[in-house]
């Protein structure tokens, strides 16, 4: 069983558009919660489950808490194992247009996209850091997003030994396609020691002022393996979460 990790709070994503809201997808993307809000995010599939829980307790920042719950264990093949997951996001800044911005991400616990080998890695055993680029195209039914980081896996292997390894996620997502629909597709993976196989997801995401429901597939590009069939939901609550009444969006 992962170690218990003192509940910090919730978030994970609230956009101006509805074409870069993420769900179940490895990537990320500039754009923060409005202050108060709360959001849910849910994941089911072929090789595990996760639910994340997000929160915009302070301007311009996102705390978020997750658990995946693999059904058997990646590192001998019987059981089943959960893991945990602390980060942060911070936006950084944005062009006047509100067609590119930045934000930096970090925390402990790693994602199962960036497994090391099939390793587990819960919070306190991988820590990381990733910067996030947005840009959006078409009148906003475009975007991309654009997510370098550097990840290190701690008392690794049979020596104890840390690996390092850079990590890389791309996302497009495409709107207008399909009535209230979103086509998203992404790659990512891990380079170094911390290797990952490059991999890739795509699928397709119905958006609604506050729920999201997206059905995808991901696999590694060599066909080795990956996520496979999934679904997955996001919920986004209404301004509750700020000290002393949250004041209305103007």
Same mark, same amino acid.
């Given at each position: 069983?992962?170690?218990?990790?003192?509940?910090?709070?919730?978030?994970?994503?609230?956009?101006?558009s509805?074409?870069?809201?993420?769900?179940?997808?490895?990537?990320?993307?500039?754009?923060?919660a409005?202050?108060?809000?709360?959001?849910?995010?849910?994941?089911?599939?072929?090789?595990?489950?996760?639910?994340?829980?997000?929160?915009?307790?302070?301007?311009?920042?996102?705390?978020?808490?997750?658990?995946?719950?693999?059904?058997?264990?990646?590192?001998? +093949?019987?059981?089943?194992?959960?893991? %945990?997951?602390?980060?942060?996001?911070?936006?950084?800044?944005?062009? @006047?247009?509100?067609?590119?911005?930045?934000?930096?991400?970090?925390?402990? +616990?790693?994602?199962? @996209?960036?497994?090391?080998?099939?390793?587990?890695?819960?919070?306190?055993?991988?820590?990381?850091?990733?910067?996030?680029?947005?840009?959006?195209?078409? %009148?906003?039914?475009?975007?991309?997003?654009?997510?370098?980081?550097?990840?290190? %896996?701690?008392?690794?292997?049979?020596?104890?030994?840390?690996?390092?390894?850079?990590?890389?996620?791309?996302?497009?997502?495409?709107?207008?396609?399909?009535?209230?629909?979103?086509?998203?597709?992404?790659?990512?993976?891990?380079?170094?020691?911390?290797?990952?196989?490059?991999?890739?997801?795509?699928?397709?995401?119905w958006?609604?002022?506050?729920?999201?429901?997206?059905?995808?597939?991901?696999?590694?590009?060599?066909?080795?393996?990956?996520?496979?069939?999934?679904? +997955?939901?996001?919920?986004?609550?209404?301004?509750?979460?700020?000290?002393?009444?949250?004041?209305?969006?103007?």
């Amino acid at each position: 069983m992962a170690k218990a990790v003192a509940c910090l709070a919730i978030v994970f994503l609230y956009l101006t558009s509805p074409a870069s809201h993420a769900q179940q997808f490895n990537g990320d993307n500039q754009w923060v919660a409005p202050h108060g809000v709360a959001t849910l995010v849910g994941v089911v599939g072929e090789d595990y489950s996760q639910f994340i829980a997000t929160a915009a307790l302070i301007p311009e920042y996102e705390f978020n808490i997750g658990f995946t719950h693999y059904y058997d264990d990646p590192v001998d +093949g019987s059981g089943s194992y959960t893991a %945990n997951s602390l980060y942060v996001k911070k936006r950084l800044s944005q062009n @006047e247009a509100e067609t590119a911005g930045y934000a930096l991400m970090f925390g402990t +616990g790693l994602w199962p @996209e960036h497994l090391e080998g099939d390793e587990v890695s819960s919070a306190g055993e991988s820590w990381w850091v990733n910067g996030v680029a947005t840009y959006s195209f078409n %009148n906003d039914q475009v975007s991309l997003d654009l997510l370098p980081g550097v990840v290190l %896996n701690t008392d690794k292997g049979q020596n104890g030994e840390n690996a390092w390894g850079f990590t890389y996620a791309s996302r497009l997502a495409v709107a207008g396609l399909i009535p209230q629909s979103s086509i998203v597709a992404e790659v990512f993976g891990t380079l170094g020691e911390a290797q990952a196989e490059p991999s890739y997801r795509f699928g397709v995401r119905w958006d609604s002022p506050k729920l999201y429901i997206a059905l995808t597939y991901s696999d590694a590009f060599d066909g080795s393996g990956g996520a496979g069939m999934e679904l +997955g939901f996001m919920y986004l609550t209404d301004p509750r979460l700020c000290r002393g009444g949250c004041r209305p969006r103007r």
